[in-house]
């Protein structure tokens, strides 16, 4: 099956921690994103990536990191200094520009206990 | 920065009636997406609708892109269509591929 993978499901995290969420997808797209979701809420983007080894800050990039090292993986880790982590985390890839149409994961939800 | 504001906020319907989601934007966008999110969390896709009109069994949207709106139509309503309905949209101009999303309109479809 064709699509976007994310992992675990649930994560707890204790506070002073950094924890890394995966994403991968298998639909030879070049652009992955990473969103989060607040209860209530619209997504805001995190971070973006249009080619490997490339990647771009988004709206609220504070306290996360991300690499792009393969075009099937985009993991996202909420480092400690992410003061507010406990959130819906949403990964979506693209083909790319021209064409924006995003497809989107499952979803993480992250706790912090 | 474009602003993409989504009425109403919430919706009660009847199972069997129609609806009419809005979306309006506040700039020129390149693209236009519609989503359902559903119980579990995941955005489903439902349209990608930058202008124009579409139609996928019982929902439609309709997009004019001049005057910056986005409608979605259900029609004959079932309790599976519960949930929050997005859009969101990217635009010319900002960060490539970035969708910036509304706040949603969330929908309870009574049996």
């Known amino acids: 099956d064709g699509g976007i993978t994310q992992s675990p499901k649930y994560l707890f995290r204790k506070e002073g921690q950094n924890v890394t969420l995966s994403c991968e997808q298998n639909?030879?797209?070049?652009?992955m994103y990473w969103y989060r979701q607040d209860p209530g809420q619209g997504l805001r983007l995190i971070y973006y990536?249009?080619?490997?080894?490339?990647?771009q800050k988004g709206d609220i990039a504070e306290g996360y990191s991300v690499s792009r090292e393969k075009k099937e993986s985009f993991p996202l880790t909420v480092t400690s200094a992410q003061k507010n982590p406990t959130a819906f985390y949403l990964c979506?890839?693209?083909?790319?520009?021209?064409?924006?149409?995003?497809?989107f994961g499952q979803g993480t939800r992250l706790t912090v206990v | 920065g474009i602003q993409v504001e989504q009425s109403p906020p919430d919706l009660i319907l009847q199972e069997g009636a129609n609806s009419t989601l809005r979306c309006n934007f506040s700039?020129?966008?390149?693209?236009l997406q519609w989503f359902h999110q559903n119980p579990w969390g995941q955005l489903i896709n439902l349209f990608y609708?930058?202008?124009g009109t579409k139609q996928n069994g019982r929902l439609s949207a309709t997009t004019v892109a001049t005057e910056r709106y986005s409608l979605l139509y259900i029609s004959s309503s079932q309790t599976t269509d519960s949930g929050v309905y997005f859009c969101?949209?990217?635009?010319?101009?900002?960060?490539?591929?970035?969708?910036?999303f509304g706040k949603g309109t969330k929908l309870s479809v009574k049996p």
């Open positions: 979506a890839s693209s083909i790319g520009q021209p064409n924006t149409e995003a497809f």
């Open positions: 700039d020129s966008v390149n693209n």
């Open positions: 969101a949209a990217t635009y010319y101009g900002g960060s490539q591929g970035n969708l910036i």
């Open positions: 609708i930058p202008s």
């Open positions: 990536s249009q080619i490997v080894n490339d990647f």
């Open positions: 639909l030879n797209h070049d652009a």
